[in-house]
């Protein structure tokens, strides 16, 4: 069982910029990150590829936030910036435990989450 360890979160003004980290405890491929707001559903933010060859967004944040993998490829980063009051939510990490195709979000494991409050 892999444990996805996130970290990075906390308070800052609209404007500002964060970076959230992940560290997973064993190998990992295809990895992701989410957010859920307060009575909200959980969706989705951004996906990397286990090559970090093929990225997505979801239109939200596209252009603001950037994901990335370590170079030990098993920590990935997302980076918040220009960062607005509706992006406040706890942020997870997914990841995915095998290899699958570079597109595919079937992810087996998942982190705790970290705060991300953004005020106006």
């Known amino acids: 069982q892999v444990q996805l360890v996130e970290s990075g979160g906390g308070l800052v003004q609209a404007g500002g910029s964060l970076r959230l980290s992940c560290a997973a405890s064993g190998r990992t491929f295809n990895m992701g990150w989410f957010r859920q707001a307060p009575g909200k559903e959980r969706e989705f933010v951004a996906h990397?590829?286990?090559?970090?060859?093929?990225?997505s967004y979801a239109d939200s944040v596209k252009g603001r936030f950037t994901i990335s993998r370590g170079n030990a490829n098993n920590t990935v980063y997302l980076q918040l910036n220009s960062l607005k009051p509706e992006d406040t939510a706890v942020y997870y990490c997914?990841?995915?435990?095998?290899?699958?195709?570079?597109?595919?979000?079937?992810?087996?494991?998942w982190g705790q989450g970290t705060q991300v409050t953004v005020s106006s």
């Open positions: 990397i590829s286990w090559t970090g060859g093929s990225t």
């Open positions: 997914a990841a995915e435990g095998r290899v699958k195709p570079p597109t595919s979000r079937q992810y087996d494991y």
